[in-house]
Structures are given as C-alpha cells and as structure tokens.
C-alpha cells in the first residue's frame, strides 16, 4: 500500500517508503498512513548522485533550477500532472485504487529473504519462524478474499455501509502495522514493516537488526530480542489479515 515512485528522464522506478528521508516519514513510521512520493530526478544508471548538487543550499534558487536543472520547467509539470491524476483517480473512486494482493506480495517477498539469510540460523537456537509463515499466509488469505469482494460486487448499487467498509478497510489497513513498542530505540518508527534498518537488508527491518546485532554479539539475550521481534511482526501481520475479513 505503499508506493515511491521516481520518474526518471528514460524510466521510471517504483519501489517502496522506506527510511525517513522525506516530508512523508511522520504519516508512513508514526501515523501509519498510506502515503506516496513522485520526483524526478537523474537517470541512476548514468550516476550515483543522490539528487542535484545544490540541493539545500543558498545556490538552490528559481534562477539556478530554471536555467539548469530544469529549463521551462518540463519535470515540474510532468510531476504535477501525474501527481494531479492520482488525486483525481483517488477522489472520483467509489473504491480506493488500493490493492492488497500488492500488499501481500510485498511482505512475501520479505518473508522469502528472511527464510534464506535466517531460518537456519534460528532454527539452531530454537527459534521458530513458522508463525511468521501461518501469519503472512492469513494476510495472503484475507487479501485474496477482499479483492475478490471488491471484483465480484456491484458496489454501485450496494448499500453504502458496504462500500464505506471496503474503504475504511483499505485506508487503515497499514495502522494494523503499527506498534509503539516495536523500536524502544527508535522513537520516531511504529511500522513494523516499513522502518528504517542499519542492517541493509531487503526485508522486514526489525527483524533484519535485531539478528544482525545478535549475530555480532553472539549474546543469548540478544537472539531473545530477535525472537521477541518475530512475535510482534507475526501479531502484526495476524492482526491486518483480521482488519481484512468481512464484518458485515
């Protein structure tokens, strides 16, 4: 349900939220709202630079973009109009454009490199995934369910109640990723899926940490926190395949 969407001068990337680099990282980390961010920027298979040189600085002026990054401003509107029609789509949607099959396949993903750089490992210190695995697949279960409730009905002519239902389900469904207590060390991050992690690995974050600093420590009680970290992303992801079946 989350998207990052960089528009680049000969392609276009989509990849997900993640860190806190941006204006969006309050609503995605600590409020747990769906959330999108478009730019445009260099073509990343020619350089390495993260964004334009001036970036920040008192040399970041109307004069300098429109003579050299961007003349008649062109990017700009591209980005606005896209930003523009996504408002559109969203606002004239009897259903939100919101897919959790999406969602699913993205935490399955996770789940796929977590099996391959952990299991092993925790399975030798006694240490289960398979919550974790009956976990994602409820999520994937619910998921399947509610795109097909959304596919097979004529919301048109449904009783509001029930499009009103299917909406909220979509809208609040990453607040089911939310727990206060998941980073002690990380005031700022409650998504247990979509955090910031030093370990730099391509799957759930506190997970990702925890057993690299085990691994480091070589510390039981450390290997007891990676475990703990496993309870609450498995109560998480339970809990948003429940906010995904029918109510009504």
């Known amino acids: 349900m989350l998207w990052f969407s960089v528009f680049l001068l000969t392609y276009n990337r989509v990849g997900f939220l993640k860190g806190a680099g941006s204006d969006y990282a309050a609503f995605v980390h600590y409020l747990g709202i769906t959330s999108m961010d478009i730019s ?50 969203l606002a004239d949607s009897l259903v939100l454009p919101l897919n959790c099959s999406d969602y699913a396949e993205s935490l399955e993903g996770f789940l796929d490199i977590a099996l391959i750089l952990y299991e092993d ?10 919550p974790l695995k009956r976990a994602l697949a ?12 959304i596919h097979s009905s004529d919301l048109a002519n ?46 759930f974050p506190g997970l990702a940490d925890a057993y690299a600093n085990a691994e480091s420590s070589g510390q039981s009680g450390d290997w007891d926190k990676v475990h703990h970290h496993l309870s609450i992303l498995s109560q998480a992801i339970e809990g948003a395949a429940h906010m995904l079946e029918d109510v009504i």
């Open 138 to 149: 409820k999520f994937r279960s619910a998921a399947t369910h509610l795109d097909q409730v």
């Open 158 to 203: 449904e009783t509001p109640l029930k499009v009103r239902r299917i909406n909220d389900q979509l809208m609040l469904l990453d607040r089911a990723f939310l727990d206060p207590l998941a980073f002690p060390e990380k005031y700022a991050f409650r998504h247990v899926i979509w955090a910031s992690s030093k370990a730099g690995k391509d799957t």
């Open 121 to 130: 490992q925790l399975t030798a210190k006694n240490i289960s995934m398979e």
């Open 40 to 89: 445009y920027t260099y073509n990343r298979t020619k350089t390495k630079a993260r964004i334009y040189p001036a970036y920040h600085t008192a040399y970041d002026t109307f004069d300098y973009a429109s003579r050299f990054i961007d003349p008649g401003f062109v990017s700009h509107q591209a980005v606005a109009r896209t930003a523009g029609n996504i408002l559109i789509r």
